[in-house]
């Protein structure tokens, strides 16, 4: 696993902390991948495939929303980003 989320996991974080900040860089990591994907797809004229990964990005953002809202109820902070 990279040795950003190893450290997370590592940290003297409290457990909430360390759930958040690993959820928020796994998502994020795959928020960017998905968008070079949508890049190369978007290059190479492939709109089935471009379709697909932009739903794909939407859900991804989607659930960051439904999780940032879960994070500020539970602990009446907003979530920052990384």
């Known amino acids: 696993m990279d040795p950003k989320f190893e450290a997370i996991?590592?940290?003297?974080?409290?457990?909430?902390?360390?759930?958040?900040?690993?959820?928020q860089?796994?998502?994020?990591?795959?928020?960017?991948?998905?968008?070079?994907?949508?890049?190369?797809?978007?290059?190479?004229g492939d709109e089935q495939a471009l379709v697909k990964e932009k739903i794909k990005l939407g859900v991804m953002?989607?659930?960051?929303d439904i999780f940032a809202f879960c994070y500020l109820r539970v602990t009446g902070r907003k979530l920052t980003s990384e």
Request: cysteine-free.
């Open 61 to 64: 953002q989607y659930t960051n």
């Open 25 to 44: 860089f796994i998502l994020q990591e795959q928020i960017a991948y998905s968008r070079r994907e949508i890049e190369l797809q978007n290059a190479i």
């Open 9 to 23: 996991l590592s940290s003297n974080l409290p457990e909430l902390e360390k759930l958040t900040h690993a959820y």
